[in-house]
């Protein structure tokens, strides 16, 4: 799978868009961008993936740029209980290895008032 | 539907020791993945079960083993634990092994070994 490159930490007001940026120049083709989060000490909660087009669900919008080499999730309207660690994965999609999902050290997003 | 349950939530052994913890994936969901996460070494994959078979495997030591059961059901076995064994121990089901299913997480069993 490909590797990932994130900022370390973002620091972001209440209530504005947190922009939380994800480099993955090696992606291939057939790799999907599967953003998960973790609040302290709680299992990875699943919160959204792209292939090439850009997505939106309620919790967040992903943006993959054109030639796939980077995206950058929004949380439009960040909130205290976004403070997290952010997670960038790049997954295959063949059998034997997209069950491995490879976390690097993810974004620390801290959320103040 | 209920999400991913692992039980016991916290756990604590010495060294020598061998523990089993358990994963019930959501419903339906017949892939079962284990990570191993600590401080130093972050989240590591450990193995996947899909259909009582394993089907993929991380860089740990044979200490380390896994099954599943015929309704899903995954337990995870360590033996002769070593303090380096602490760690969050965290499952994820998906509904098929491989393709682009998500994996839901458990919240995890908190190893502490003394």
């Known amino acids: 799978d490909a590797k990932t490159t994130q900022p370390t930490s973002m620091d972001c007001a209440e209530g504005r868009a947190a922009n939380l940026p994800c480099n993955h120049s090696t992606i291939s083709g057939n790799e999907y961008v599967y953003w998960y989060r973790q609040i302290h000490s709680q299992g990875p909660q699943y919160i959204i993936h792209?292939?090439?087009n850009n997505e939106t669900n309620e919790m967040a919008s992903l943006i993959i740029t054109e030639d796939r080499k980077s995206s950058t999730l929004i949380l439009p309207h960040a909130t205290l209980r976004d403070t997290a660690v952010y997670y960038c994965?790049?997954?295959?999609?063949?059998?034997?290895?997209?069950?491995?999902?490879?976390f690097g050290t993810g974004t620390r997003l801290q959320v103040t008032l | 539907k209920a999400g991913v349950t692992q039980t016991p939530r916290y756990l604590i052994k010495t060294r020598g020791q061998q523990v089993t913890l358990s994963c019930s994936p959501i419903s339906g969901h017949r892939s079962v993945s284990w990570y191993q996460q600590t401080p130093g070494q972050g989240l590591q994959f450990l193995f996947e079960y899909f259909s009582e078979t394993q089907r993929n495997k991380g860089n740990f030591p044979g200490r380390f083993s896994g099954r599943q059961f015929s309704n899903s059901r995954s337990e995870m076995n360590v033996s002769t634990l070593e303090l380096g064994d602490s760690a969050l121990y965290l499952c994820?089901?998906?509904?098929?092994?491989?393709?682009?299913?998500?994996?839901?997480f458990g919240p995890g069993t908190r190893l502490t070994v003394l």
């Open positions: 792209g292939l090439k």
């Open positions: 994965i790049v997954r295959g999609r063949d059998t034997g290895t997209a069950s491995k999902l490879t």
């Open positions: 994820a089901s998906s509904s098929l092994a491989g393709s682009t299913d998500t994996q839901y």
